[in-house]
């Protein structure tokens, strides 16, 4: 049941209005329009719907009516006009103040009634759309999260097949994401972002874990060779762009237009390729290379020059910061190169994090490992 106030400083047209609605809704009937606002401010809980009388001594329906606009915890209420003024102008600014309706006096119980079941069945209608856009919010945000779970599932798998195949691989996918995200945010923020969404900024980095996901076709002698590689087998290798591409390409028609794939796509194909077009899958160059695999490029490269190999020495970061440096405009974007510039000192603080914690994750291990002795 409903809650209306009527306010109106007729005693008798008050008694009217109450007792043709009181069967109907909860009624609160005063004839001060002073009381009804301080009465008002007390309360916790707001009518539902306000009946008001226009014309009044002292505060007036129309003042009342700003006064309740203007204040943030009753301007919601939905009011209905009451007056026994026949101008037309008077309804009209009954109206341009923000009531629902405008009813004359004298009052006909009746009609009285059925304005006000129109207006209960219009707050009917109002309660349920806002229940059922409530109800569709919360599935929607219920299928985005199962949505990242699900790419956070995937992710999962993939990187522990890899981990499996080739521990070097497994690590050197987290590594990258850590840098790149250093990367990807320096270069939103500096506004040289080549059009990516900042709503996207997770999303590209749980697609960047992926970027090395084609290895998992490559022949384990290759993938695990500690020497220089035959061109036979540099051949193998640089086909985990193409094996990966192929891979979501293949299954792709599931999900179409997903960001998730798109970005993973992306990384996953392009990450070799260089701004001179001498990388490989397909030779391309500049800007023809999306721009994400250009930062994950940058990204790639610095780890697999600050790791540390079976067949090689870790170079310092300073060693890396020169290699990278000279490179921009041949194997690396400009630009990318110059956000690294700006951020190499984060990168550097990331990757001395990352040491320290794999050294520990080790220690740990050996100590589990002489405990079972």
């Known amino acids: 049941m409903y809650t209306i106030m009527i306010i109106d400083d007729n005693e008798t047209e008050l008694i009217v209005a109450k007792k043709a609605l009181e069967r109907q809704f ?206 036979e087998e540099f051949a193998m290798m640089k086909m985990h762009t193409t094996m990966a591409a192929s891979a979501i390409q293949k299954y792709a028609y599931l999900l179409p237009n997903n960001k998730f794939l798109y970005y993973t796509f992306q990384m996953c194909k392009y990450h070799h390729e260089r701004v001179d077009g001498n990388g490989y899958p397909d030779g391309l160059a500049g800007a023809n290379i999306p721009i994400l695999a250009r930062i994950l490029a940058v990204a790639d490269v610095y780890d697999g020059l600050v790791a540390e190999r079976s067949y090689k020495k870790a170079k310092t970061h300073e060693e890396a910061y020169n290699i990278i440096t000279q490179e921009a405009g041949i194997q690396f974007d400009p630009q990318v190169v110059a956000a690294f510039q700006r951020v190499h000192n984060d990168i550097r603080d990331a990757s001395v994090s990352i040491g320290r914690q794999l050294q520990q994750n080790a220690d740990a291990s050996q100590q589990i490992i002489n405990l079972q002795k």
């Open 26 to 231: 909860r009624v609160i009937d005063i004839s001060s329009p002073k009381a009804a606002l301080q009465r008002l401010a007390k309360s916790t809980i707001m009518p539902d719907f306000i009946l008001l009388d226009v014309e009044m001594p002292g505060i007036n329906g129309f003042d009342f009516m700003m006064r309740l606009k203007a204040n943030e915890k009753m301007k919601s209420i939905p009011v209905l006009f009451l007056s026994g003024d026949k101008e037309n102008t008077t309804e009209m600014e009954a109206y341009r103040l923000g009531g629902v309706d405008f009813i004359r006096k004298p009052i006909i119980p009746d009609l009285l009634r059925k304005r006000l079941e129109l207006q209960a069945n219009i707050l009917d209608y109002k309660s349920h759309m806002d229940s059922y856009n409530s109800q569709l919010q919360q599935t929607a945000s219920f299928q985005a999260r199962n949505a990242m779970n699900l790419e956070y599932f995937i992710i999962g798998i993939i990187t522990d097949l890899i981990s499996q195949k080739d521990p070097y691989t497994g690590m050197h996918c987290i590594c990258v994401s850590k840098y790149m995200e250093i990367l990807l945010k320096e270069m939103l923020l500096s506004g040289v972002n080549y059009g990516i969404d900042p709503n996207d900024f997770e999303l590209i980095l749980l697609s960047s874990r992926l970027h090395d996901m084609g290895k998992i076709g490559v022949p384990d002698e290759v993938l695990s060779k500690t020497g220089k590689y035959t061109d």
